[in-house]
């Protein structure tokens, strides 16, 4: 990703140079390694690519803040989406969210995932980006969660199950009935 | 993992080549997954990061390194 090449005027009026680099190396290898699968999750929980992108970097500096804490006693993958989930929850809690109607204009859509070189892929990508939220903001919390999970294909049963704080079993059962529920909603959006 | 008993599909327009377009106009094509998990896997293989968050990460990160500005400089400072 290219640096960041523009000045900005600080509070008082001196000129300040956008940071180019991480402060912290090991830091800026963890952003590039997860920050796609965080930003995910964040986008298809909270339904709006504007707060997807805050949360996002809300999520990150929570990590960078707690680093320190980090013992390592799980994988990095699972603390930052432990993070990521209990960040997203709170925001869905505070606003209520999931009671209103998501009023997202579609031309969001067609900028937030859309990483096709051609038209023809950015209008297949925001074609399937919209369904697929469609269909997951009328899934149960729970499937949805899961499937958004389910999704990375980095993370195991045994740590989807630790994240939702339950047996690697019920994962499995609740999973089954997750896909099958998404399978029909998907179908009846189109 | 479990794979459900119908594949989903997603129908979506699909520009033709020049020639095709010039014959019949436009076609559709079918992309298949075997399971939900396969079609969030690809959409979320192709969501993007958008680079404000990374510049505003290194912003906020670097603030946060940065020791705090002491008192007696910004009294002199006027």
Redesign the interface.
Known sequence: ??P?AYDEKSV?GTTQE???????RE?GEI?EEY???I??LA??MLSD?AQA?DA??DI??KA??SMQQFRGDSAVRTWLYRIAINHCRNLIQSWHRRTMVTNVDDAFWEH?????DT??QI???A???K??QKTLDRLPDEYRLL??L????QLGYDQIAELTGQTSDAV?GK??R???A??EL??KS? | MDIPHKKLEQRTENETTQEQQQQSGQQQTVRQFSSAEEMLQHDAEQTTVPDAVEIRLKRSTTDLARPAFPWWKRWFRG
């Open positions: 990703m290219a960041a008082d956008k940071p180019a680099t991480w402060s912290s830091f952003y920050s796609r699968q930003y995910y986008l298809r690519p992108e996002t970097h990150f500096l960078f803040r937030s995932s859309a990483s096709a038209p023809l209008m297949e990508t074609e399937l980006g369904r697929i499937l958004l389910v999704a990375d294909r499995r999973l089954y997750a896909r099958k998404f399978a998907f179908r189109e």
